[in-house]
């Protein structure tokens, strides 16, 4: 009976160990932020290893979403003989849902866990603490820049997403299944709106880079530093950043298109 | 050189991420013809709007023209306010033009049409147009039908 409670204890305490670190944590890194633009170019290398490198993965993934979703939306929305619809419905979904969440996802698991791992590595061949030996720190020559690269990366990919995958979506809509392509366009230019559904949508991959980022680096800064730690880190970096992804977007959704 | 190309290539991500941007903002959601408050105002009193909502398209022969931009309750003459914005380019509307609620389809949001009428005079801005037609609702018709019916 007191084992189970001194379990749970142990549980909360630990949960919010970890929360409070990483608070810590990213007061840290974004203290760093200022000193990490004077070096750009590692900012650079970064967004080539956690932007560029997901880039393939967003555009076929991209792609593949659209056409999906305008097969789908077709089937639904002929029955009602509203299949000019296609675009509003493809475009809406996209801008403001699917893209940030998706590419958030994605970047999660092609980006998050590789920063995760490399992070974890560092600091298991105590190359983290070799840096500071040499007097150079850590969270400026290494977080700080890997953090504002996924920042900026994410919300880049999350647009690039979106729209190959409204182009997917005309490819399958107009040439395939015959929507008007006049109507296909024009019911999307009138129904969504720059600022309530375009940068909304640009605002929740904004936060969703930041989120997922942070995470990843904190998992690889806090890990047990064996193989094994860093292999339980890329899996919670993965776990952590997908639940606060999907968690977030909720709240963010709530706030964003209740009014 | 390694280094140069990688900045080539995130150089090209983010060209590619901005031109995402634009498209999504001119293509999809329509920058170019959300001119913003610029064009006149003139109101219309309808009996009944219907379902029509505040930037609803405002059509002359079909031809978008402009959009509603304020609806409101009239309380001394009980009757529904609708405020339309016409763009600048069509100043010409004689005064004498009628204004309907139509639906675009069968499922369709509801739109203004209007008719030009043949006054010499245009409508500025502040005018009201007097002709107006309601909005057909369908239960107000069937139970007109049913009434005419249950006469004969």
Partial sequence: MLDALQRIGQTGLTFFQRLGRGHLFLLAVLAGCGSAFVRFRLIIQQMYSVGVLTLVIILVAGLFVGMVLALQGYYTLVDFGAEES?????????????????????????????????????????????????????????????????????????????????????????????????????????????????????????????????????????????????????????????LAILGLDFVLTALMFSA | MTSRKIEIAVGLFMALGFAALVMLAMQVSNLS???????????????????????????????????????????????????????????????????????????????IGLEPGAEEDYLQDGDEITLTQPALVLEQVIGQFLFSQASE
């Fill in chain 1, 86 to 242: 296609l675009g509003v419905l493809v475009s809406l979904t996209l801008v403001r849902e699917l893209g940030p969440v998706v590419s958030a996802l994605l970047y999660a698991g092609r980006a998050g866990s590789a920063l995760t791992a490399e992070i974890g590595l560092m600091k298991a061949t105590e190359q983290l603490s070799g840096l500071e030996m040499m007097a150079v720190d850590p969270y400026k020559r290494v977080f700080a820049p890997r953090f504002l690269a996924g920042s900026f990366s994410v919300p880049m990919l999350a647009a690039i997403f979106s729209a190959i995958a409204v182009i997917g979506g005309y490819l399958v809509g107009v040439p395939l299944l015959g929507v008007d392509e006049g109507a296909f366009w024009s019911q999307m230019q009138a129904n969504v709106d720059l600022t309530a559904d375009v940068l909304n949508g640009v605002i929740k991959s904004v936060v969703f880079g930041i989120v997922v980022t942070w995470i990843a680096i904190f998992e690889g800064n806090d890990c047990v530093p064996t193989s094994e730690g860093v292999s339980r880190a890329t899996t919670r970096t993965v776990v952590n950043a997908s």
């Fill in chain 2, 33 to 111: 013809s959300f001119g913003g408050s610029d064009g006149y105002k003139v109101s219309a009193y309808f009996e009944n709007i219907g379902g029509l909502k505040v930037r609803a398209p405002v059509r002359a022969g079909g031809v978008l023209v402009g959009r509603v931009s304020e609806i409101s309750y009239d309380e001394e003459t009980y009757q529904a306010e609708v405020t339309l914005t016409l763009e600048d380019q069509y100043r010409a509307f004689p005064l004498d033009t009628a204004a309907s609620i139509y639906t675009a389809g069968l499922l369709g949001e509801q739109y």
